[in-house]
């Protein structure tokens, strides 16, 4: 039995053609019959069932009563553990709920387990994760491919029809990147618009939650729930949070649509230049004017967040030391012993890098030079979208310059995975909201996605736009 979205669920819900529990048990089924895809870190059949009989007891005026979830295991769950994918926080129990996934449980949500993730949000191929690499439902002949990182859980329980929606988090392009992969919906919000009160830090000042869905709508259902302001979170911004899937409108006339210039990278596929004309094509028939532009300092953008995010990331994790909470090594023999034996054991190899980078970046006399440096650039990266946004309502670029790629490959090369976040890592340093939705398919049938982008707080013009897209992709009809 597969469910095409929230709303239909929903409906058959009011309509008491189904129950809650029913609906628990099919999705306990389906996860128990993918459970090779190895998507979840957390899933306990007996705890699904104890939500069942709370959620069972809420007002059918819940919006997500009874819809079925899955959470990035990077979020506070208190009922549940919560590792980062880490060895460090293996046997961790937060004693609180995040602010994201505490809405989603006001709602009625049933919570299906916690999806795996590239060790600390680390990666773009969900296999840093301590727990094991998770595979793309879409591999086919025993090839397994990756499902994107580091949300690759979650966007493949989604295209595994493991739930109906997920959340998770976007630091340089973990939402948008998975969802091209996975060939869902994903949308990475205005930085502030979500609180991030409650996530396992990994960059603080790029760290976004966001959602993955099955079509435009559900996205736009699901971030109206969790955005809003949070005392708890000084960056959380208190705008008014329009009810996006009320006002959805796939009417784009007279809307101005940016084609940035610096996008088409060395190397990229001509099937993936074939789905972004196939896009401009198509918001053009729908009226929209074709605008092309320069942002000229996005190619400073993947060695900026590469200065950036482990900056902020060895600072973050200088907590995993086995004195409060996580994993302690056994028998050191000092303090300091201690310490090293713990994060030298508890970390994985992607986390030690980045830390490491970040350490050395913000140390005295290489601080002005790299660190900085990559915050003045930052700005610059910034800028270029604001004058951009000055004449245009969107931007439109690829997702990723590649569809899902085996998962042994580029293991060997850091480098060659960074250049995974090239189209997604310029928005986040922007602070910019951005969404990808499948668009196409390569050669092997693989899906490829494309990124819409606008300025700061226009979700709701960003959904519209993509609500428009769908409307004429036939994996949506
Ligand atoms: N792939 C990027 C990285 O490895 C982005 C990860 C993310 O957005 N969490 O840092």
């Known amino acids: 039995m597969e469910f095409k979205s929230i709303s239909q669920l929903k409906s058959l819900l009011d309509e008491n053609k189904i129950s809650v529990k029913e609906i628990a048990e099919t999705y306990i089924k389906k996860i128990n019959e993918k459970k090779d895809l190895n998507i979840f870190i957390y899933f306990n059949e007996d705890k699904i069932h104890d939500q069942v009989k709370e959620i069972e007891t809420l007002s059918n005026d819940k919006i997500l009563k009874g819809i079925p979830i899955a959470v990035k295991d990077l979020f506070c769950t208190k009922n549940m553990p919560t590792t980062a994918a880490s060895k460090i926080l293996e046997n961790f129990k937060p004693t609180y709920e995040s602010f994201v996934t505490q809405k989603l449980l006001n709602q009625g949500s049933i919570f299906v387990g916690k999806t795996n993730l590239d060790e600390f949000a680390m990666g773009s191929a969900t296999n840093t994760s301590y727990f094991g690499d998770t595979i793309n439902p879409l591999s086919k002949n025993n ?47 205005t930085y502030g618009l979500c609180s991030r009160w409650g996530i396992a830090a990994f960059a603080s000042s790029l760290d976004q939650a966001g959602v993955f869905s099955k079509n435009v709508t559900d ?115 000092s303090l300091d012993d201690m310490y090293e034996l713990t994060r030298s054991e508890g970390f994985g190899k992607e986390v030690k890098r980045r830390i490491l980078i970040g350490t050395y970046v913000l140390s005295a006399g290489y601080y002005d030079a790299y660190y900085l440096k990559a915050q003045k650039v930052r700005k610059l990266i910034a800028n270029d979208f604001i004058e951009v946004f000055s004449d245009c309502d969107f931007i439109l670029t690829p997702t990723a310059p590649s569809a899902a790629f085996p998962l042994n490959e580029k293991q060997d090369d850091p480098i060659k995975m960074y250049l995974n976040d090239v189209f997604t890592v310029p928005a986040s340093l922007a602070g910019i909201p951005g969404i990808s939705i499948p668009y196409g398919n390569d050669k092997n049938g693989l899906p490829l996605g494309i990124q819409l982008l606008s300025k700061h707080y226009n979700e709701q013009e960003i959904f519209n736009a993509a609500f428009a897209l769908e409307k004429d992709y036939e994996k949506f009809n």
């Open 219 to 333: 996205a736009s259902i699901l971030l109206e729930e969790i955005a809003g302001h949070d005392q708890r979170d000084s960056t959380s911004s208190d705008v008014t949070i329009p009810t996006f899937s009320k006002n959805l409108d796939s009417n784009i006339e007279g809307k101005v649509v940016g084609i940035p210039k610096e996008y088409t990278v060395d190397g990229i596929s001509d099937e993936i230049n074939g789905v972004w004309e196939d896009a401009i094509k198509s918001l053009e028939k729908k009226g929209a004017k074709i605008k092309h532009i320069s942002l000229p300092h996005t190619k400073y953008a993947l060695p900026t967040y590469y200065i950036i995010a482990p900056a902020e990331a060895s600072s973050n994790l200088a907590r995993y030391d086995g004195v409060k909470y996580g994993y302690r090594a056994k028998d050191p023999k």
């Open 143 to 189: 090839n397994p491919l990756a499902p994107g990182g580091s949300s690759g859980g979650w966007a493949a329980a989604v295209a595994a029809d493991l739930c109906l929606g997920a959340t998770g988090t976007d630091t340089g392009g973990s939402i948008r990147q998975p969802a091209s992969f996975c060939g869902v919906v994903g949308i990475k919000p």
